[in-house]
């Protein structure tokens, strides 16, 4: 077993109870259907989390390649796949006795998801930078704008929907640039 297997051994398994938090939590949402004021925005904010996901398990199979890992870099994978559960752990809610109204919930719960994912775009320059050995600039450059993005959601959750829309665009972006 290679050290990269060993490494995203960890890594896979928190990106599988992120994936299966936010199906578990949709599925909630659709069995009490009777009690959930669906909305949009919410759906589109879960889809894009679950596109950074998949994403970080697609961009791992690209670090086979690094011979001799470090001890922090196990550390920032693990904590950036943590960082994504957080995410997707606070980006649906499920629903309770009482009505449940997704873009509500979002408003508050979302600033909760969206920190999660401001602290996985601070893992992005480690990976680009020191464990692929890409350009500085275009590697601080591309994950600010969805720390940016990030600290918006926080600071105007009244402003979700269209933070979902140009977050659900960076995520389309982001894919795009990596795949």
Wanted: charged letters at 10%; hydrophobic letters at 60%; a neutral charge.
């Amino acid at each position: 077993m290679t050290q990269h297997e060993y490494i995203f051994i960890a890594v896979s398994i928190i990106l599988g109870l992120a994936i299966t938090r936010l199906l578990h939590t949709m599925a909630m949402q659709i069995r009490a259907h009777s009690r959930v004021v669906f909305h949009w925005s919410s759906a589109l904010w879960a889809f894009s989390i679950m596109l950074y996901i998949l994403q970080l398990w697609w961009v791992g199979w690209g670090l086979r390649t690094i011979v001799q890992w470090t001890f922090l870099d196990f550390i920032v994978l693990v904590f950036g796949s943590s960082c994504i559960y957080g995410a997707a752990e606070m980006a649906l809610s499920a629903p309770e006795e009482n009505t449940l109204d997704m873009l509500q919930e979002s408003q508050h719960l979302g600033r909760l998801s969206a920190l999660s994912m401001l602290l996985y775009f601070l893992v992005g320059p480690y990976v680009n930078i020191v464990m692929y050995k890409n350009a500085i600039i275009p590697s601080l450059a591309v994950p600010s704008v969805g720390i940016l993005l990030m600290v918006l959601v926080i600071v105007f959750p009244e402003r979700f929907r269209l933070w979902s829309v140009l977050f659900a665009l960076y995520s389309v972006t982001i894919i795009a640039l990596t795949v």
